[in-house]
């Protein structure tokens, strides 16, 4: 292979000025191959955030730099190369999950990410946990009756919720698979749009609609809608009724009230779990308290419950994506020191943060 370089040019969180050099042997081209990615890019991306010089020589790779940047580079390289040993996909985003989780050194727990796939969409692809904060995500889903997943938008919440649903239909762990959201108004109001009910509410159901769809094909997914085994629904058509034996989401649940959670968290009968899923940052309920936030703060701890908080360590979508969340909680951790008044959102947010002991 024709030796390449790469020059980092980004910031650096090496403190020590003392240059030295190391080499990672990838063992095959293969690997090689996968840990560069296309056009080289992973290796460029982790050159620039590391602040390190990287060269390819063989099917090893030499990193040049300070002695903390370039042990992060190393590490991080580790980790890509035991990911690529197992066959796994890897991408800028992937790096760069890499790269935070060798800051905390934490690379090891990669290696629990491709023991066993979460669910097989219709289309026979298999999908896994792509962050240890999914992994745990997942498990508690597993192993609890009721799980709350917080976390921002790309974490995956609502996708893994389904997945997880899907697989305990087919497996007849339940008969029903339930989903359900508050259709809270953004602006226009539904008594405008046209259409009856449920197409004034669709728009809301639908990254619901797309997950299911993608799991169970759309022809099964039809048959199931019309058998209804399968509901869709808005949140206020849960009061009153007793839900025995399904599997119970209740996405976007930050838009929840205080009596709405309630309501719809003493619905579960025999043999039915639950999943609730919302991000906090994003409450629109005009100044009054979320459902969500009060939920997790007097749950948290009880048998059979497990809240989860995804950050945005676990965005799994673009890396910008994750930028993005970054900035805006930088944004409002700089308002919140200059003693501004912080809006709804932000007192709900430190709300479930003080019950989470952050």
């Known amino acids: 292979m024709k030796p390449s370089l790469f020059s980092g040019v980004g910031r650096g969180i090496g403190l020590k000025n003392t240059k030295i050099s190391e080499k990672v042997d990838m063992g095959s081209l293969d690997k090689l191959s996968r840990v560069l990615g296309a056009f080289d890019g992973n290796l460029n991306f982790l050159a620039r955030e590391a ?24 590490k991080v390289l580790g980790a890509l190369s035991n990911l690529a040993a197992q066959g796994e996909m890897i991408d800028e985003g992937r790096t760069a999950y890499c790269i935070e989780l060798a800051k905390d050194g934490r690379t090891e727990e990669l290696s629990t990410l491709s023991v066993g796939a979460v669910a097989v969409t219709a289309r026979g692809k298999q999908i896994k946990c792509k ?15 009721v799980v709350f997943g917080v976390g921002p938008a790309g974490t995956g919440k609502t996708y893994l919720a389904v997945c997880m649903a899907v697989t305990a239909f087919k497996a007849k762990q339940v008969e029903k698979i339930i989903l359900t959201r508050p259709a809270v108004e953004a602006g226009e109001k539904l008594g405008f749009l046209p259409g009856d009910l449920q197409t004034k509410v669709d728009p ?24 209804g085994v399968i509901e869709v ?10 839900l025995s034996n399904a599997f119970i989401i209740l996405d976007e649940a930050q838009n929840t009230t205080k009596e709405q959670m309630k309501m719809f968290l003493t619905r579960m009968g025999e043999g039915s779990k639950t999943v609730v899923t919302g991000d906090i940052t994003q409450i629109d309920l005009d100044g009054k308290e ?14 059979g419950i497990a809240v989860c908080k995804l950050t945005s360590k676990d965005v799994v979508r673009h890396p910008l994506v994750m930028r993005i969340i970054r900035a805006y909680e930088k944004a409002d951790a700089a308002k919140e020191k200059d003693g501004k008044k912080p809006n709804a959102s932000e007192k709900n947010k430190n709300r479930v943060n003080g019950a989470e002991g952050e």
């Open 51 to 74: 602040n390190v010089t990287a060269y390819v020589d063989g099917v090893k790779i030499r990193v040049e730099g300070n002695a903390e940047d370039v042990s992060l580079a190393v």
């Open 131 to 145: 962050t240890v904060g999914q992994k745990a995500y997942v498990d508690a889903i597993r192993n609890n009756t």
């Open 204 to 227: 809301y159901l639908r990254p619901l609609y797309d997950a299911l769809q993608e799991m169970l094909g759309l022809e099964t997914y039809a048959k199931l809608m019309e058998r």
């Open 233 to 242: 629904a808005p949140l206020a058509y849960m009061r009153g009724r007793t």
């Open 290 to 303: 979320s459902g969500l936030v009060h939920a997790t703060s007097i749950l948290d701890g009880v048998e």
